[in-house]
T-cell receptor
């Protein structure tokens, strides 16, 4: 079993849609969780940290379920500029462990 | 800018050659990480430094790969006798401290795209 698993997509959604990404992780000792965004041929950029209580940043909401070892990202009112690959990232120690990423295409 | 800087941005070389990839972290960041990303994959950990010492090099694929950070700032990733399978984007990241359990994010450079012919 891979340490971090994500649905690779692609998710093709119209502008304004709500889209949800899911991720599972295998190391129950993991303490920190993140979503990174990566545009084509660019470096990963931190989108948001994920906290046990769930957290929201504008149109983005992240949830963590430690019991199920499950992380989610919800994007509301999708914009064309949201098109990118979304990487689920887990931190069982100092180096980050990345999922393969989920590709999102928002279509006009 | 004040971000993580990596050079060169692109490197094309022949199989069997030696390459050096450089990373200049964000000023004041004590932790520095090297990752490798192949097409369609997420970044995979190679090695990380806390200060001058390699705190974890368990991700280095074999002894052809080596990295140094002699003064606790700039780091160089060195690959000997390159093979075609080494072709990938090599990403460097830095954080203020060990990410560990402190939820501190890592900030990535633009990467070096290495192509071995």
């Amino acid at each position: 079993r891979k340490e971090v698993e994500q649905d690779p997509g692609p998710f093709n959604v119209p502008e304004g849609a709500t889209v949800a990404f899911n991720c599972t992780y295998s190391n129950s000792a993991s303490q920190s969780f993140f979503w990174y965004r990566q545009d084509c041929r660019k470096e990963p950029k931190l989108l948001m940290s994920v906290y046990s209580s769930g957290n929201e940043d504008g149109r983005f909401t992240a949830q963590l379920n430690r019991a199920s070892q499950y992380i989610s990202l919800l994007i509301r009112d999708s914009k064309l500029s949201d098109s990118a690959t979304y990487l689920c990232v887990v931190n069982p120690g100092a180096p980050l462990v990345f999922g393969k990423g989920t590709r999102l295409s928002v279509i006009a | 800018g004040a971000g993580v800087s990596q050079t060169p941005s692109n490197k094309v070389t022949e199989k069997g050659k030696y390459v050096e990839l450089r990373c200049d972290p964000i000023s004041g960041h004590t932790a520095l990480y090297w990752y490798r990303q192949s097409l369609g994959q997420g970044p995979e950990f190679l090695i990380y430094f806390q200060g001058t010492g390699a705190a974890d090099d368990s991700g280095l694929p074999n002894d052809r790969f080596f990295a140094v950070r002699p003064e606790g700032s700039v780091s160089t990733l060195k690959i000997q006798r390159t093979e075609r399978g080494d072709s990938a984007v090599y990403l460097c990241a830095s954080s203020l401290n060990e990410t560990g359990h402190t939820n501190q994010p890592q900030h990535f450079g633009d990467g070096t795209r290495l192509s071995i012919l």
